[in-house]
């Protein structure tokens, strides 16, 4: 790669100097139109300019530059986008557009959209609100209106039920700063934002960085603290 490279912007330069540089390589590593005819010795030291030299390194800097220098795109291509389905979530459609967006403005590593065929799908009904991930990036969740009722915030709810598919497991700390506290922090929590340190975990899992910690395929269930007798 880097010899063809070489040879290649030889090419541009004409006459002496190119004869002279040729003259430094051994017949036998020419390619066959550059062997001269009639060779007087297999191996002919030639004096090469330094003009000559440094254009070969130049050429060949390039040329390893372009070989190890990672494409521009390669971090866009890492961005992995979720389409979820939130047409079964009924009063919660909303909040769950808004809690795709505070994820999407988090973390760099993925992007929530609206849309079918969907990676998760979140529905609306009368029980506890929970999440039952698949894999990452994927399962269903559930705004249960239980907690609601009881005046827990819908929007922090609904970060936190897609903090589930996004591979983060509960962690009842009750600090209303970390969203996997989740009921936890009680009902004047109102905190939508996952932590810095929450933002961090959800990008290395996408990055591939970190083996997700939210068990999949369980049904996590985010009961209040204070019901749970
Ligand atoms: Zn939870």
């Avoid at 009639?38 to 090469?48: A, K, L, N």
């Avoid at 254009?55 to 800097?61: E, M, P």
């Avoid at 992007?111 to 079918?116: N, P």
């Avoid at 709810?157 to 922090?185: F, K, V, Y």
């Amino acid at each position: 790669m880097l010899y063809n490279a070489a040879i290649g912007g030889m090419c541009v330069i004409p006459g002496r100097r190119w004869r002279a540089y040729l003259d430094t390589i051994p017949y036998s590593g020419y390619p066959r139109r550059f062997r001269r005819r009639t060779p007087d010795s297999p191996r002919r030291e030639v004096h090469v300019s330094r003009f000559l030299r440094s254009i070969v390194t130049l050429v060949a800097g390039f040329a390893m530059l372009a070989v190890l220098s990672p494409a521009p795109q390669a971090s866009a291509n890492m961005v992995r986008t979720l389409r979820y389905d939130a047409s079964r979530a009924a009063e919660f459609r909303g909040v769950i557009d808004q809690a795709a967006q505070i994820w999407n403005s988090s973390v760099r590593n993925v992007r929530l959209v609206a849309g079918t065929p969907a990676d998760f799908i979140v529905y609306a009904d009368n029980g506890w609100p929970r999440a039952q991930p698949t894999s990452l990036g994927r399962g269903y969740v559930w705004i249960g209106r239980q907690a609601t009722s009881q005046g827990h915030n819908p929007l922090r709810i609904s970060t936190h039920e897609i903090g589930h598919i996004l591979g983060m497991p509960d962690r009842r700390t009750g600090r209303c700063t970390d969203l996997m506290s989740g009921a936890s922090a009680g009902t004047s929590c109102t905190n939508p934002n996952p932590s810095a340190a929450e933002r961090a975990e959800v990008d290395r899992y996408f990055a591939g960085w970190l083996a997700p910690k939210v068990q999949f395929n369980q049904l996590h269930v985010d009961q209040s603290l204070e019901t749970v007798k």
